[in-house]
């Protein structure tokens, strides 16, 4: 899968991160083709920001989305989350790549944090599989990147209504001969700041784990983007 760390932070368009969405919708495929969506145009020049992520130029609202946590229970996003720096991917977790990278990657760099810091952060991970990824094994899938890390599964209707604002594509899953599922959707990770519940920040697939515990640390450190 090739590496998509950027020296410096980019500015991107509404239209650019959708390009950028549909380009990285083959990622969690069951080809393997590990499709990144790397050459999102990118439209203006690069800003002076501390961060190593995209720096976005439209920032998007969260999400009105409300499904079951890993408990079993409703779990509204946006007031749950009010007031916090959340960040949001979505996936599955029978995905044979870039799901399990990006996770495992954002949870190293969680670790590297002091405790205050992660106190301070909110991951949380939609399914874009409800049917397969039930609270259970969405815990247990979750369990082994952040204990911390917050699951939601349900309506697959709602989730992909959330995700297209935002530019990230979800397909309905589909299911070969031999029943494995492949869930095609944008390998984005956004990152919601506390000030306006809006997100600023883009980290595609393939974005080092250094990058991630860069960025973390300011984000919880309330650094500007």
């Known amino acids: 899968m090739a590496s998509l760390q950027r020296s410096r932070p980019r500015l991107l368009t509404a239209a650019a991160l959708v390009l950028g969405?549909?380009?990285a919708l083959s990622a969690c495929s069951s080809g393997g083709n590990g499709g990144d969506g790397g050459t999102a145009t990118v439209v203006r020049p690069a800003s002076t920001s501390k961060y190593l992520g995209t720096v976005l130029g439209k920032h998007f609202d969260k999400p009105d989305l409300v499904?079951?946590?890993?408990?079993g229970q409703p779990y509204d996003l946006r007031a749950r989350t009010?007031?916090?720096t959340v960040l949001l991917f979505f996936g599955y977790t029978s995905c044979p790549d870039v799901c399990p990278t990006t996770m495992g990657d954002i949870g190293v760099a969680m670790s590297k944090l002091t405790a205050e810091q992660r106190?301070?952060?909110d991951v949380v991970f939609v399914s874009t599989d409800p049917e397969r990824?039930?609270?259970k094994v969405l815990r247990t899938w979750l369990d082994s990147m952040g204990k911390d890390f917050v699951g939601l599964t349900g309506d697959l209707a709602k989730v992909k209504a959330a995700a297209k604002p935002l530019g990230i594509l979800v397909e309905d899953p589909v299911v070969d001969a031999k029943g494995a599922v492949t869930s095609t959707?944008?390998?984005q990770v956004l990152a919601f700041l506390p000030s306006d519940d809006k997100a600023h920040l883009l980290y595609m697939s393939g974005t080092p784990t250094g990058t991630y515990q860069h960025d973390l640390a300011l984000l919880a450190d309330g650094v500007a983007v």
Request: glycine share 10%.
């Open 119 to 121: 106190q301070k952060l």
């Open 21 to 23: 969405a549909s380009l």
């Open 82 to 84: 009010a007031g916090r």
């Open 133 to 135: 990824d039930t609270p």
């Open 67 to 71: 499904l079951n946590d890993t408990s």
């Open 185 to 187: 959707h944008g390998a």
